[in-house]
């Protein structure tokens, strides 16, 4: 167990709609990233955020957003869905956000659009 | 534009043999890189990471090995166990690159290890 949640495990949803996957750092970890596994891309980073701001950005679609509340846990928004946002959805945290510490993963979210 | 690639989808290895996972990169802003492993339907684990400052990291069975000059990486997992049957990332940081790359890690696309009995 990383330390890292996500909820929720699955989601199923159609196309056109919106959806929010929300991820929990481990204790103490600052910063939160996102990232996307799809079968062809692996593992492809979208977005960082550090202590609330966002730090540094990915291939992040526009229909995708993201912040980091005050109590540090984290939301991923993706509107207007399309089948190929078909994918697990994974957050990391570090104790900090200049990569000198190693990411922490949760056990993803796989979302499938229908 | 694949800046960390792993070029063997796949390594099949006997119990107690060394098993050798390769990784390239072509980034030379790189100066921070992992393994991490993946069990299907988790998250990535970190197993070792090495700065670009060494060229060896050991972890009890783990070693990383980094040739910096040939921008090449390889871990070593000596015993191999069948437990350690799962997908081996290589990924990669520009940690001195500052701005827009703070932190973010470029993952190749795996390599599924099978230690078999």
């Known amino acids: 167990d990383s330390g890292v949640t996500q909820t929720p495990k699955h989601l199923i949803t159609a196309t056109g709609q919106r959806v929010t996957l929300r991820c929990s750092p481990r204790?103490?970890?600052?910063?939160v990233y996102w990232y996307q596994q799809s079968l062809d891309q692996g593992l492809q980073f979208l977005i960082q955020y550090y202590n609330g701001e966002e730090r540094a950005k990915g291939n992040i679609l526009e229909r995708f957003s993201a912040q980091q509340f005050p109590d540090l846990h984290s939301e991923l928004n993706l509107s207007s869905l399309e089948l190929g946002d078909s994918a697990l959805y994974f957050c990391a945290s570090s104790a900090q956000g200049d990569g000198t510490y190693e990411q922490y993963f949760g056990p993803g979210t796989r979302l499938t659009v229908t | 534009d694949q800046q960390v690639k792993q070029n063997s989808p796949s390594l099949s290895v006997q119990e107690g043999r060394i098993s050798i996972l390769n990784c390239d990169y072509t980034?030379?802003?790189?100066?921070?890189f992992l393994w991490y492993k993946k069990y299907p339907a988790e998250g990535p684990t970190f197993l070792i990471s090495i700065s670009s400052i060494k060229d060896k990291n050991e972890d009890g069975r783990f070693t990383v090995f980094l040739n910096k000059s040939a921008k090449h990486l390889s871990l070593h997992i000596v015993p191999s166990q069948p437990g350690d049957s799962a997908v081996y990332f290589c990924a990669a940081s520009a940690r001195g690159a500052g701005g827009t790359s703070y932190g973010k890690l470029t993952f190749g696309q795996g390599t599924i290890l099978t230690v078999h009995p």
């Open positions: 204790s103490g970890d600052l910063s």
């Open positions: 980034n030379s802003m790189f100066d921070y």
